[in-house]
């Protein structure tokens, strides 16, 4: 109980990623859930709203896309419903804005650099902030100015 205490004391844990802790630990399973159980009760614990919590802080923060937000859920052990749940908290605007202004942000420092690179650049942190191959190429067109006839040949 006092290790469960402590970590949830430095920061907000699933109920997954304090069972995994403890398992390395080598405490015996059966005891693992009777602790994990009794510390759900007293409200220390609640999967639901450290999801909704983390999907907010996220896509606020880092600006990652719902596709990540729900991988890094399901790797802290969060309950696929639980993920919909706090996934879909998040509306496609918000989203899309989101991307423009990573997209913007990203074009300050590249602005003079030569567009197509500029594209690129600005495409390629889209793609790993999880967005979709074309959303992020069209933001990155429009966020650049460029015209789309000129960059047809950059995907490839």
Same mark, same amino acid.
């Given at each position: 109980?006092?290790?469960?205490?402590?970590?949830?004391?430095?920061?907000?844990?699933?109920?997954?990623? =304090?069972?995994?802790?403890? +398992?390395?630990?080598?405490?015996?399973? *059966? !005891? @693992? %859930?009777?602790? &994990?159980?009794? /510390?759900?009760?007293?409200?220390?614990?609640?999967?639901?709203?450290?999801?909704?919590?983390?999907?907010?802080?996220?896509?606020?923060?880092?600006? =990652?896309?719902?596709?990540? +937000?729900?991988?890094?859920?399901?790797? *802290? !052990? @969060? %309950?696929?419903? &639980?993920?919909? /749940?706090?996934?879909?908290?998040?509306?496609?605007?918000?989203?899309?804005?989101?991307?423009?202004?990573?997209?913007?942000?990203?074009?300050?420092? =590249?602005?003079?650099?030569?567009?197509?690179?500029?594209?690129?650049?600005?495409?390629?942190?889209?793609?790993?902030?999880?967005?979709?191959?074309?959303?992020?190429?069209?933001?990155?067109?429009?966020?650049?100015?460029?015209?789309?006839?000129?960059?047809?040949?950059?995907?490839?």
């Amino acid at each position: 109980m006092s290790v469960v205490m402590r970590r949830l004391n430095a920061a907000p844990r699933s109920r997954g990623e =304090l069972r995994t802790y403890l +398992l390395g630990k080598d405490f015996v399973p *059966k !005891e @693992i %859930d009777t602790v &994990l159980d009794r /510390v759900e009760s007293m409200g220390y614990i609640d999967d639901a709203q450290y999801a909704l919590d983390w999907v907010r802080s996220r896509h606020r923060s880092r600006g =990652l896309a719902p596709s990540v +937000l729900a991988r890094e859920l399901t790797s *802290k !052990e @969060i %309950d696929s419903e &639980l993920i919909d /749940v706090a996934v879909k908290q998040i509306s496609d605007q918000d989203t899309q804005d989101r991307a423009y202004q990573l997209a913007a942000k990203k074009y300050r420092s =590249l602005h003079e650099l030569e567009g197509k690179v500029a594209i690129r650049r600005i495409a390629s942190l889209l793609q790993r902030k999880g967005y979709a191959p074309g959303v992020c190429w069209q933001i990155a067109m429009e966020t650049v100015g460029a015209d789309l006839e000129g960059v047809g040949d950059l995907e490839g």
